[in-house]
């Protein structure tokens, strides 16, 4: 039951209702019995165990780390709590990546060897978004910066409470336990306000990320047939799909939550207004950034290890790089499991791992260069035109990555990135060639004033919150506003036979 279903308006404005007429003491056990519910919908009800059980292992794993006063016996009931969570995760995603990779050398190396079988599993919904969260939870309760929680149900709908199971955010249990457990009044602004945002993530996913699948999908699907320019308009149409469907899902997770007067974390900050790949990840993704750097990245800088390795370099090559070199090895690292938590293949280690990295690292080296090159031509970071390259710069590197995410594989990415550099066919831009790629010139142009659209709620939002600015607004024109973006997504919306909008790219994560 996918969040932009029939079946989950109806759900959702059943358990809003409810939410608000049952007494307040009982509305988390009611959201966590919906959220059970919900969970169930998806299908096979043996899904459940993984959750509970990760769960499970996170609260009693807690409570012996909080109780022990011993250092050793602390890390054992850590371990037993990560192994038990990471293990599940793993075995569910990741067993694959080494039959792929076993597969990919054997096939190159003896044309008829023998290639391993893909394992096969039931996979639950969300189920990195929900591990990660509880991951966090376990190392808050470890680090002392959050007591253990004593009741287990309470952790139970932190860990499954429903909006979370579609495409996060990832969230943290200190964050959450008072807006998710505390009684909640009807309001009516915040009401309106988290349908506002609904309407709004409806806008981008079924006006925008609709159409733009159409064009991606012909492309990458059938790239030996559409080679050059065919996939730089399908990988440009991809980052649009890929950003207006993730963060439209997260408008609709983020209001879904609202109307119950839960606060979510935001995940997305107008990332395409970037100016450059680190500014980029501060703004796409915020809440997968922001657990990669706290849980990981800081603590590994923080080992014996890589503390000694400046020491053990500085001597060779000097101190400033010996810092440097071992900063980017621990960025190495974080950028690997970037790539490894999209998908368990090479195409997504590189494309949204270690693509990021390189342009890192050989930004931090080359700046030096750069800088001299702005001083001779008298350009400032405030300078119009440069600020607009750089971003320009900045999404075209970004969808570069997107173009592994999408492709069928790794070298499948490659042979297309070769295609754009082998073939020059401008012509099809204004031939009609595009309207043979499963759009007609009406979803194109809705498509492009959607887009344009979107542009200008994004400037806005640059300067200050859109749904603050439509509060200002008379109340005829904030109703008028509504009631027209009400009846464009109605009327313009991309549907179709068999067709169903709730297959979020990330659902699967």
């Given at each position: 039951m996918g969040i932009t279903t029939f079946y989950f308006l109806c759900f959702f404005s059943a358990v809003f209702i409810l939410y608000y007429i049952i007494p307040k003491r009982v509305q988390w056990q009611f959201l966590l019995l919906v959220s059970l519910i919900y969970f169930l919908s998806f299908g096979d009800a043996r899904m459940l165990l993984y959750p509970l059980a990760s769960i499970a292992a996170a609260y009693w794993g807690a409570k012996y780390i909080e109780k022990e006063k011993d250092p050793k016996r602390k890390k054992r009931g850590l371990l037993f709590a990560l192994s038990c969570n990471l293990g599940v995760l793993i075995v569910l995603k990741y067993l694959n990546l080494f039959v792929y990779t076993y597969n990919a050398i054997a096939t190159r190396v003896q044309e008829n060897a023998q290639i391993l079988t893909l394992l096969r599993f039931l996979i639950p919904i969300g189920v990195s978004f929900y591990t990660l969260s509880v991951l966090s939870y376990i190392f808050d309760v470890y680090y002392g910066t959050l007591p253990a929680e004593k009741n287990f149900f309470k952790l139970l709908l932190f860990g499954i409470y429903f909006p979370l199971m579609i495409s996060g955010p990832i969230v943290r249990y200190g964050e959450m336990k008072k807006s998710l457990f505390e009684k909640h009044s009807f309001n009516y602004e915040q009401v309106t306000r988290g349908v506002q945002r609904i309407l709004w993530g409806f806008f981008k996913v079924l006006v925008i990320s609709e159409r733009m699948a159409v064009i991606a999908d012909t492309v990458f699907r059938h790239y030996e047939q559409y080679p050059g320019i065919y996939i730089i308009v399908a990988a440009v149409c991809f980052s649009f799909q890929l950003y207006t469907n993730f963060s439209g899902s997260m408008d609709i997770v983020l209001g879904i939550s609202q109307t119950f007067g839960i606060m979510l974390p935001e995940n997305f900050k107008t990332p395409f207004f970037s100016k450059n790949i680190q500014e980029f990840w501060r703004r796409w993704h915020i809440t997968l950034g922001a657990w990669l750097k706290d849980y990981l990245f800081y603590p590994l800088l923080r080992t014996e290890f890589f503390m000694n390795l400046p020491k053990k370099w500085k001597e060779r090559i000097g101190k400033k790089p010996a810092k440097k070199i071992?900063?980017?090895?621990?960025?190495?690292?974080?950028?690997?499991?970037?790539?490894?938590?999209?998908?368990?293949?090479?195409?997504?280690?590189?494309?949204?791992?270690?693509?990021?990295?390189?342009?890192?690292?050989?930004?931090?080296?080359?700046?030096?260069?750069?800088?001299?090159?702005?001083?001779?031509?008298?350009?400032?970071?405030?300078?119009?035109?440069?600020?607009?390259?750089?971003?320009?710069?900045?999404?075209?590197?970004?969808?570069?990555?997107?173009?592994?995410?999408?492709?069928?594989?790794?070298?499948?990415?490659?042979?297309?990135?070769?295609?754009?550099?082998?073939?020059?066919?401008?012509?099809?831009?204004?031939?009609?060639?595009?309207?043979?790629?499963?759009?007609?010139?009406?979803?194109?142009?809705?498509?492009?004033?959607?887009?344009?659209?979107?542009?200008?709620?994004?400037?806005?939002?640059?300067?200050?919150?859109?749904?603050?600015?439509?509060?200002?607004?008379?109340?005829?024109?904030?109703?008028?506003?509504?009631?027209?973006?009400?009846?464009?997504?109605?009327?313009?919306?991309?549907?179709?036979?068999?067709?169903?909008?709730?297959?979020?790219?990330?659902?699967?994560?």
């Open positions: 071992t900063t980017f090895l621990a960025l190495f690292i974080l950028w690997f499991c970037v790539g490894l938590w999209h998908g368990g293949a090479w195409k997504y280690i590189f494309g949204s791992g270690l693509l990021h990295w390189f342009y890192i690292v050989s930004g931090e080296l080359l700046e030096p260069l750069f800088k001299r090159i702005r001083q001779t031509l008298h350009i400032t970071d405030e300078t119009k035109w440069f600020s607009a390259f750089r971003m320009i710069r900045t999404f075209c590197l970004v969808t570069i990555g997107f173009l592994f995410f999408n492709a069928d594989s790794l070298s499948a990415g490659f042979k297309m990135c070769g295609s754009v550099l082998t073939t020059w066919n401008p012509q099809i831009l204004w031939d009609g060639s595009l309207l043979a790629l499963g759009l007609d010139w009406v979803d194109w142009i809705i498509a492009i004033l959607s887009l344009l659209l979107l542009w200008a709620a994004s400037c806005l939002q640059q300067k200050k919150s859109v749904r603050e600015w439509l509060a200002e607004r008379n109340i005829a024109v904030r109703w008028l506003i509504l009631y027209a973006l009400l009846f464009y997504v109605i009327l313009l919306g991309k549907y179709g036979p068999g067709y169903n909008a709730a297959e979020f790219i990330y659902q699967g994560f």
